[in-house]
């Protein structure tokens, strides 16, 4: 069996993947854009790392090339293992190797905040397989993170001790392999949208009734539940509040307060979810400002999380008819702003501003805190007046508060996506998420001014932005007309 970094990074993820990766049916994975996300961090931070264009290969090894890439390395691994990988990244650093007074050390491009095992056990891989080839020890990796804006570089030791947890994953991973089924869904499930089986497991976990499918239930929760005995959604419908609450505090005593509320909004959540029908929580109407508006804005933004870059602000505006009915929403105006940091915020806020004050007194609807987070942050630093503060904040309305204070609904996320869909909405463009949208931004960002077609390309993706961010508005008046609808 050939063990090779991807699936050993798969592994560290969730050993079904591996598993998946390895015997998985491949027409069933899906592209994901993370993935592509994460090659174009790379590819930046690279760049910003190395000032030449890298060499190829042994060749470039050889004749001593700063930095070297597309080089295959392999070798043995514990109890005979066969081993193979590509390190994306080769430094020459000091020593001596079988080419001369330089030696390579293994870079790798770090996505999140941290380093974790992940990229450890990625990084003693590489080094575990450079070394003989060179015939010089790799005692340390490079780890880069933040190429397109600041470059953060670490040095990371790779000792005895991390060689060890390298052969135990190994073996471990050969283990996993070598099922004639696949290992369980992963515990925690917020892992899978980053993964190019998640439709596939996402059919599992509804077949099984895997407790993934409660709402409010990550990895810890299950863990408890499933340390009490309850291992699927029905069971948990099934079981008695009271009962279970007193079973946790028994486990653990120093939070029983907490698990008592617990216990009673799980239980509850999941008989939602068994029954298929949705309750109400609060018998007043979700949606009083909307009473007396003569209009409303949707309003959604599309972020760079890591640029902490709000790029997109985009309304919908939809203006009531003078008999009081609401228009069909999706021949209502689209305007986006797009924001470029470049042009700075106090325009962003001026243009804001001014399309807020064409609609005046207008409740402005959202889906979620971002969107009312970032405008009354944003007009706290242009140092608008507290009175005006006051007057955009009692204009927002946070759609998925009111679902969460006033419904329980029979689906496994209150996220938009999740509860839109159970009301029938669709996006008008299949598989497209946030991802692929942050995707399409920073192309665009790259080669919108280039005049071949990957300007062209990166063209047309603006256009695909806005149609996702306009669905997505149009997906919270979905959820605000039901609500309007329940009375
Ligand atoms: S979708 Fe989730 S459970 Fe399935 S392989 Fe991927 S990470 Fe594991």
């Not at 450890?120 to 003989?132: E, F, I, K």
């Not at 109400?280 to 209009?295: F, I, K, S, V, Y």
């Not at 971002?370 to 140092?383: D, I, K, N, P, Y």
């Not at 759609?399 to 999740?418: E, N, Q």
């Amino acid at each position: 069996m050939l063990l090779t970094d991807r699936l050993l990074r798969s592994w560290v993820r969730c050993r079904r993947r591996a598993w998946l990766d390895q015997h998985g049916p491949s027409e069933q994975r899906q592209w994901n854009a993370h993935r592509a996300l994460a090659l174009q961090e790379q590819v930046q931070s690279f760049q910003a790392l190395v000032a030449r264009r890298p060499g190829h290969g042994l060749a470039a090894c050889a004749a001593g090339a700063d930095a070297v890439v597309g080089l295959r390395v392999q070798g043995a691994g514990p109890a005979g293992l066969a081993l193979a990988a590509h390190p994306p990244l080769l430094q020459r650093t000091g020593g001596s190797s079988r080419w001369g007074d330089w030696s390579y050390r293994p870079v790798l491009a770090r996505q999140g905040y941290r380093v974790t095992r992940e990229h450890r056990l990625q990084l003693a891989l590489w080094a575990r397989l450079l070394a003989p080839l060179q015939q010089a020890p790799v005692p340390h990796g490079l780890v880069v993170a933040g190429g397109g804006r600041q470059l953060q570089q670490e040095r990371l030791a790779l000792g005895e001790s991390l060689q060890r947890q390298l052969d135990d994953s190994l073996e471990r991973l050969a283990g996993d392999l070598d099922r004639s089924e696949p290992p369980p869904l992963v515990s925690d499930r917020k892992k899978c949208t980053l993964c190019g089986w998640r439709r596939l497991c996402d059919q599992v976990a509804a077949a099984e009734g895997h407790l993934s499918e409660v709402s409010g239930i990550g990895g810890k929760r299950r863990d408890l539940l499933l340390s009490q005995g309850i291992g699927t959604l029905a069971e948990l419908a099934a079981t008695d509040p009271e009962r279970l609450a007193a079973q946790l505090e028994q486990a653990d005593p120093q939070h029983a307060r907490q698990h008592a509320a617990i216990a009673a909004e799980l239980v509850a959540q999941a008989r939602v979810q068994a029954a298929g029908v949705a309750q109400r929580l609060e018998l007043g109407p979700a949606l009083p400002e909307l009473d007396a508006a003569a209009g409303v804005l949707l309003y959604d933004i599309e972020s760079d999380p890591d640029a902490r870059d709000d790029f997109l602000h985009g309304f919908v505006v939809l203006r009531r008819s003078p008999s009081g009915l609401w228009p069909d929403a999706g021949a209502a105006a689209y305007q986006p702003l797009l924001a470029l940091q470049e042009h700075g915020e106090t325009r962003l806020w001026l243009r804001l501003r001014r399309l807020l004050a064409t609609y005046p007194e207008w409740p402005v609807l959202h889906y979620g805190e971002t969107e009312s987070l970032a405008l009354v942050r944003l007009a706290q630093r242009q140092g608008a007046a507290e009175a005006e503060i006051a007057q955009l904040r009692s204009r927002l309305i946070d759609l998925h508060a009111r679902v969460r204070s006033s419904w329980r609904l029979p689906v496994g996320s209150y996220g938009l996506k999740a509860v839109a869909g159970w009301l029938g909405f669709a996006w008008s463009q299949q598989g497209v998420d946030g991802a692929r949208c942050l995707l399409w931004w920073r192309q665009w960002r790259q080669w919108h001014r280039d005049p071949g077609p990957r300007g062209r390309a990166a063209r047309r993706h603006l256009s695909q932005i806005f149609a996702y961010n306009r669905d997505d508005s149009l997906a919270s008046w979905t959820v605000a007309r039901w609500l309007l609808d329940q009375g």
